[in-house]
């Protein structure tokens, strides 16, 4: 016969046993509707591979940072990029947006600073080779691991709200706050000058896997029909004039150049176009234009690359 000890032990650790099960299992069920209907509409992250996967223009303009804060998306004319993407991963994007529909009319970003060594130590984003991938796959392989980070910021802000996206996003573009102009004088030279170091490209880019990623880029683009236009962003007054300096700044520039040139495709250089004083009103700091530069810029490249607002046929 059972020692009643022992039967009441067992009925305890199966008692214990259960309620450890549903609490994991309510665990489970509230992260996922946290990262479902909480998280992810608020992440740019995500929110801009479900835009990528659902966009349906056969125009677009492609690039990091400069060109995503720098080129108001339309409808017509998305922005299709994100802060702090390589070369290799435009390449994912280009691939993976036009692996069902014809491009058109399409703006390419050539910056110097892409062969700068903090971007070519960047690994490709391993999120943009599954830019297919469904809900469950993204909340086992991407969210699980920052499941208790996400409840922590819940638990100390005591909201929800805490993941609501820093910046606007439309159609792309971030419309960006700030003015680089409101930054005293003597602060902006340094602040110029220690981007314009950690942005130099390295020597001998063009023998970069990098390199030829980008070349791989505009050769698809361009067997595919269609119409490029590789533009080269603006900086401030202060970036531009400690840039100039520097002789593999010039040589990267020729590089975009010449990719575009071996590929009948379109150059234009707009690296000095609001390199004056006057013009720091349209940058939020060193190199990215602002909510009131951008605007006025991106009449500016659809104008000069495709002739008209650049939309259409």
């Known amino acids: 016969m059972r020692n009643s000890s022992t039967s009441s032990f067992s009925v305890y650790l199966s008692r214990l046993f259960v309620v450890q099960a549903f609490l994991l299992l309510a665990f489970m069920l509230a992260s996922l509707a946290l990262v479902k209907y909480v998280v992810e509409p608020n992440d740019t992250l995500i929110s801009r591979l479900e835009f990528i996967k659902s966009a349906t223009a056969t125009n677009a303009a492609f690039g990091d940072s400069h060109m995503v804060w720098g080129f108001v998306g339309s409808p017509e ?12 991963d435009m390449e994912l994007r280009v691939r993976f947006y ?4 014809q491009p058109r009319k399409i703006i390419v970003q050539g ?8 971007k070519l130590e960047r690994t490709t984003h391993g999120y943009l080779e599954d830019m297919g991938d469904s809900f469950l796959r993204r909340f086992v ?28 996003i439309q159609w792309g573009w971030i419309a960006g706050a700030g003015r680089w102009s409101s930054v005293a004088p003597p602060a902006r030279v340094q602040q110029a000058i220690a981007r314009v170091k950690r942005q130099t490209p390295v020597e001998k880019f063009w023998h970069h896997e990098f390199a030829k990623s ?7 683009l361009k067997s595919r029909g269609a119409d490029i236009c590789v533009v080269t962003m603006p900086v401030s007054y202060e970036y531009h004039k400690h840039a100039v300096e520097n002789p593999t700044v010039a040589a990267a520039i020729d590089f975009f150049r010449e ?8 150059y234009v ?14 940058f939020r700091d060193e190199d990215h234009l602002n909510q009131v530069g951008a605007p006025i810029f991106t009449k500016k490249v659809l104008s000069s690359c495709f002739g008209h607002n650049g939309a259409g046929a």
């Open 77 to 88: 004319f998305p922005t299709l990029g994100m802060e702090g993407e390589t070369i290799p």
């Open 98 to 101: 036009f692996q069902d529909k």
């Open 111 to 118: 910056d110097p600073h892409s062969f700068a060594p903090y």
């Open 141 to 168: 392989e991407y969210h699980r691991e920052y499941l208790g980070l996400y409840w922590t910021k819940v638990l100390v802000n005591r909201s929800l709200q805490v993941f609501r996206p820093k910046y606007r």
């Open 214 to 220: 980008y070349l791989r880029s505009i050769a698809f």
């Open 259 to 266: 990719s575009a040139e071996q590929n009948k495709a379109r």
């Open 269 to 282: 250089n707009f690296f000095d176009l609001y390199a004056r004083p006057e013009f720091n009103d349209y």
